[in-house]
């Protein structure tokens, strides 16, 4: 069965910086493409990024543009969220989900979500 | 998209039919999700491209609609149901939900 797993969160001081991870198995992890979305809070769903199956295109939401960057591991069935000059509204659950459109970058549904990492920016 | 769902707490008893809408700000087609979140967990898919059960979603959840009006219905509800629910367009970038429906137990 699918599985995603995070790793990485925690507590960290506003403008440092954090990488999360997600591992992946029970699927051809390199036929899909990724996302990351988080959750602040008692607050609802932002998407943040995606990447296309090899990597080779990413697209972010607003939020995410400019600090964030996501990459894969095909070899590693693993991905990453880069997160840098981390802000106290940066505080949420984030979630790595599998796209449900296939290998490419285009808009897309979630068809699996991994269990949620929680980062905390707090001085 | 901005995705407004309605109502923002729904409070039935089991066995009653739930009736769940969302708006979208402009026409997304049929290019909505619907996901069912319980305290503590990941958010579940439940329905894609308005109206597709996801794989091993009960029959008693439908979904409807296109353009900008959706609903999400569950004919009649079971105890494991009551939840939050966030619709989700995934027709256009950036991917946009919806602030989310409490199902609740009356």
């Known amino acids: 069965q699918v599985q995603l797993v995070e790793s990485g969160g925690g507590v960290v001081q506003p403008g440092k910086s954090l990488r999360l991870s997600c591992a992946a198995s029970?699927?051809?992890?390199?036929?899909?493409?990724m996302h990351w979305v988080r959750q602040a809070p008692g607050k609802g769903l932002e998407w943040l990024a995606i990447?296309?199956?090899?990597?080779?295109?990413?697209y972010y939401g607003d939020s995410a543009k400019g600090r964030f960057t996501i990459s894969r591991d095909n070899f590693e069935n693993t991905l990453y969220l880069q997160m840098n000059s981390l802000r106290t509204e940066d505080t949420a659950v984030y979630y790595c989900?599998?796209?449900?459109?296939?290998?490419?970058?285009?808009?897309?549904?979630?068809?699996?979500w991994g269990q949620g990492n929680l980062v905390t920016v707090s001085s | 998209i901005v995705l407004t769902q309605s109502p923002a707490t729904l409070s039935l008893s089991p066995g009653e039919r739930a009736t769940l809408s969302c708006r979208a700000s402009?026409?997304?087609?049929?290019?909505l999700a619907w996901y069912q979140q319980k305290p503590g967990q990941a958010p579940r898919l439940l329905i894609f491209d308005a109206f597709t059960r996801a794989t091993g979603i009960p029959a008693r959840f439908s979904g409807s609609g296109s353009g900008t009006d959706f609903t999400l219905t569950i004919s009649s509800l079971e105890p494991e149901d009551f939840a939050l629910y966030y619709c989700?367009?995934?027709?256009?970038?950036?991917?946009?939900f919806g602030g989310g429906t409490k199902v609740e137990i009356k």
């Open positions: 989700q367009q995934h027709g256009y970038w950036p991917l946009t």
């Open positions: 402009q026409s997304v087609t049929t290019s």
């Open positions: 029970g699927f051809t992890f390199n036929s899909h493409g």
């Open positions: 990447i296309s199956y090899d990597g080779s295109n990413k």
């Open positions: 989900a599998k796209g449900g459109g296939g290998s490419l970058v285009v808009p897309t549904f979630f068809d699996y």
